[in-house]
Each structure stands twice: as structure tokens, then as C-alpha cells.
């Protein structure tokens, strides 16, 4: 079964700083990789995915994630942090199978120091 | 979201008594996902559905029952609520491949 950790509960970072939020799966096989975010009060709105090819995906908001198969990794990286990205973010690897469902990560909060 | 509505939003009942969450969508899709969100737990899958009276168990599927008549609604059946079911249950469909959408959530409290 495939399973998703997100190391690290919160993370405090001043607006205009670089950010990386680390992701790591496990799964036996080619994973389906996705990052979503949470506003407060909010449903999930999907960051970026990854299925194959080019292993550096972009996706909205500025974000971007880059897979790694040897570290089993899907880190979630900006370059420069905004107020408006303070939220809570969740990684998510699917399998593929007749479900089509996703495991998720515990989350990590984000808050943006100004 | 757009094509993805989920009610109530918020209600608060009674231990022993049933709740029914609905789930409406308008984008046709053949998945339908119901998950419920704890702190430190991110999503955990309740049920799923494949399509008209198709569906199957998730994870934490213990207490909950769901139904599925047609493809735009997808319900959520607590038989008995527990506070242990106190949650923010959140529907999701997809067309596949595995791209959910997500729905805003209904905080369930049980008192």
C-alpha cells in the first residue's frame, strides 16, 4: 500500500524568503504525485502533478516540485514567499488502480512572517 | 469548486442519531470520493464510487455507508454518528486520471 509523509507539521517563513516543503511516498511503482493546497475554511485547490516525464513540474501560484525517484521525494519549492501562501499544504500520491483514489500526507502549515 | 457542491456545510447533532452528507456534482464525472479531515491525518478515504451503484471502501470505512442512484449525487451515511466521527468530510469527483476536485467541506460535530 502507498503511503505519504510530510515531515514537517509547520513551517514559519518571512515573505520574500525561498520555501521548500518536503515530500516522501512510498510506493513499489511509478507514482502519480500531486501537490494540493488549503486555505482556512477551505477545500483542497490542486498546486501541480506529476505523472511522467520532465521530473521538474510547474504549477499555479509560482509553485513548483521536483520528483526524485532514488529519495523517493516530491519537495514543493518557491522562490519567494507572498502573505497569500500562508495556508496549509498537502502532498498525495495515487496508484493508478480501478479506484483511482489518493493517499495523503499529514500536511504541513505555512505561515508567512511579514 | 465550481460543479461541486457538498450540504450542509455545517451541522451539529446528536450521538446515537443518523446524518446524511450529500455531494452534487454537474461535471458528469464517474468518480466520486468521500474523505474526512483530521488534524495530523491530512484526507483519509471513507468510500469512493465508480459510477451508478458502483462503490467501495476506503480506509476508514467503519461506520459509514454511502449511495450512489445517480451520477451527480453521492451520499454519506453516518447509521449512528459518534463523537469519534466529529470531522470535516470532503467530497471529491474525478474523470480520471486520479485529478481530484474537491469540494468546500461539511464540519460534522457530534455532541
Known amino acids: 500500500a502507498q503511503s505519504v509523509t510530510q515531515p514537517d507539521i509547520h513551517i514559519t517563513v518571512s515573505e520574500g524568503a525561498s520555501l521548500e516543503l518536503r515530500c516522501n511516498y512510498s510506493?513499489?511503482?511509478?507514482?502519480?504525485l500531486f501537490w494540493y493546497v488549503q486555505s482556512p475554511g477551505q477545500g483542497l485547490q490542486l498546486l501541480l502533478k506529476?505523472?511522467?516525464?520532465?521530473?521538474l513540474v510547474q504549477g499555479i501560484k509560482g509553485f513548483e516540485a521536483e520528483f526524485k525517484r532514488s529519495q523517493s521525494s516530491f519537495n514543493l519549492r518557491k522562490p519567494s514567499v507572498h502573505w497569500s501562501d500562508a495556508a496549509e499544504y498537502f502532498c498525495?500520491?495515487?496508484?493508478?488502480?480501478?479506484?483511482?483514489?489518493?493517499?495523503f500526507g499529514g500536511g504541513t502549515r505555512l505561515m508567512v512572517k511579514p | 469548486d465550481a460543479g461541486i457542491t457538498q450540504s450542509p456545510r455545517h451541522k451539529v447533532t446528536e450521538t446515537g442519531t443518523p446524518v446524511t452528507l450529500r455531494c452534487h456534482q454537474t461535471?458528469?464525472?464517474?468518480?466520486m470520493y468521500w474523505y474526512r479531515q483530521d488534524p495530523g491525518h491530512g484526507l483519509r478515504l471513507i468510500h469512493y464510487?465508480?459510477?451508478?451503484?458502483?462503490?467501495d471502501k476506503g480506509e476508514v470505512s467503519d461506520g459509514y455507508s454511502v449511495s450512489r442512484s445517480k451520477t451527480e449525487d453521492f451520499l454519506l451515511t453516518l447509521e449512528s454518528a459518534t463523537s469519534s466521527q466529529t470531522s470535516v468530510y470532503f467530497c471529491?469527483?474525478?474523470?480520471?486520471?486520479?485529478?481530484?476536485?474537491f469540494g468546500s467541506g461539511t464540519r460534522l460535530t457530534v455532541v
Open positions: 471529491a469527483i474525478s474523470d480520471g486520471p486520479l485529478t481530484h476536485t
Open positions: 510506493y513499489g511503482a511509478t507514482p502519480y
Open positions: 506529476y505523472f511522467s516525464g520532465d521530473t
Open positions: 498525495a500520491v495515487g496508484a493508478g488502480n480501478a479506484g483511482n483514489m489518493l493517499t
Open positions: 461535471e458528469n464525472h464517474r468518480y
Open positions: 464510487s465508480y459510477g451508478v451503484k458502483d462503490t
